[in-house]
């Protein structure tokens, strides 16, 4: 990664976006609308995040997703407003998300890219007060400009990403994306409404002493994890657990850490999604110098069959992340 890619801190996204377009492999200026139009919807989505607690958009809707989890309302309210802007903002011809089943069709069949999103992750922490976060990924549609998105637009695995990113609405909101030249965080002034340059060229620890996973389960795990997290105690690791993976991650990219969403008997495949969970954060996270495992190969080369799909995750410091693979 060339260090002079980094421009000074203070910089607002809108600039760095500019800049950084200059030697995108496919400068037409189109992807640096698209990530704008994300932040866009990333301000309004913490706006109401923001105001959760005054207003009355808390609780369960009282509606399930497709998979039958319990949705909150503003999970709900993320998704319209993410589909709002990335449909109006003209650079997107489909959408993937957690929230719906199918496919979604933005009616922008001349547009050359496709996301999949996840757009309020850590959904249980909403009405307590506890981070969550918007987790998105971009590819170049494979299919011909001019008509509609397919399957297979989806479906190009993880390698193919030309961006993925984050928002994660804590005791600050940050942004934080790649376009698969080093990692850059940003975080949000709320009375100026912009996203300032504040995580320059983020480089992750090559190893840590931070292990997050839900030990609730320990039994379920398969014996190899189970061994891992034993040494984690041995060492005195300390354990961090917020159950919302973008906190969970960005606390680990910054210090040095590991994530661990194991599969167990119940759930052979894990929770997390493949899509809008696994793969951009284990893009970004190697932009950074980190790894991301399924536990036998390189998450990023995990073949995609289905749009929401899950995958065991180990992500973090690569280190951690070879001795999981290994144990
Ligand atoms: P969600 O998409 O329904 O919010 O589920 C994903 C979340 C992650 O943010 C978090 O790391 C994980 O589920 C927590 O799962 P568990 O409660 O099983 O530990
Ligand atoms: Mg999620």
Redesign the pocket.
Known sequence: IDEKLALPVGVTLDRFIKWNQQDFPFATGELSQLLRDIALAAKIVNREVNRAGLVDITGASGAANCQG?SQQKLDVIAHIRFMRALTNGGEVAGIVS?EEEEILYTGNDQARYVVAI?PL????NIDVNVSIGTIFSIYRRISPLGTPVVLDDFLQGGTAQIAAGYVLYGTSTVLVYTTGRGVNGFTYEASLGEFFLSHPMIRTPEDGAIYSV?EGNLPAFPGGIRTYIDRCRERNYAARYI???VG?FHRNLLKGGIYL?PPTAKAPQG??RLLYECYPLAFLNEQAGGAASNGFQRLLEVPAQSVHQRCPLYIGSPRMVREVEEA
Request: charged fraction near 40%.
């Open positions: 989890e957690e996840d992750d850590g959904s249980s839900n159950g919302s993976l969970d969403y929770k997390l």
